[in-house]
Nanobody
Framework: VQLVESGGGLVKPGGSRTLSCAAS??????????WSWFRQAPGKGRELVAS????????NYADSVKGRFIISRDVAKNTVYLQMNWLEPEDTAVYYC??????????WGQGTQVTVSP
């Protein structure tokens, strides 16, 4: 199983950006249970930003991004998105996609940098 993130870059405060995480390798008994976005700012630990279950029913957001970020998933494309609106300098971080897969396995992407700066 492999996760590939894309969409990072430099954004001005108040701007928007959408991150994508494309998965490959899921089939049969090897499937995803929960999709999540984490982020890690310089000098800080990795924190959960948002998550969505495999049925696209339940979503969960960190308090710091509620009302600004939206997580969604395209089942056909096996891709999860993180739409980030009203970005703030405090949102600057490396954003990671993570899947909790069958067999209680965590699969991580390589990360994509988001920098919010004037």
């Amino acid at each position: 199983v492999q996760l590939v993130e894309s969409g990072g870059g430099l954004v001005k405060p108040g701007g928007s950006r959408t991150l994508s995480c494309a998965a490959s390798g899921f089939s049969g008994h090897n499937f995803a249970i929960t999709w999540s976005w984490f982020r890690q700012a310089p000098g800080k630990g990795r924190e959960l930003v948002a998550s969505i279950d495999s049925m696209n029913v339940r979503t969960n957001y960190a308090d710091s991004v509620k009302g600004r970020f939206i997580i969604s998933r395209d089942v056909a494309k096996n891709t999860v998105y993180l739409q980030m609106n009203w970005l703030e300098p405090e949102d600057t971080a490396v954003y990671y996609c993570k899947v909790l897969a069958s067999g209680d396995r965590d699969v991580w992407g390589q990360g994509t940098q988001v920098t919010v700066s004037p």
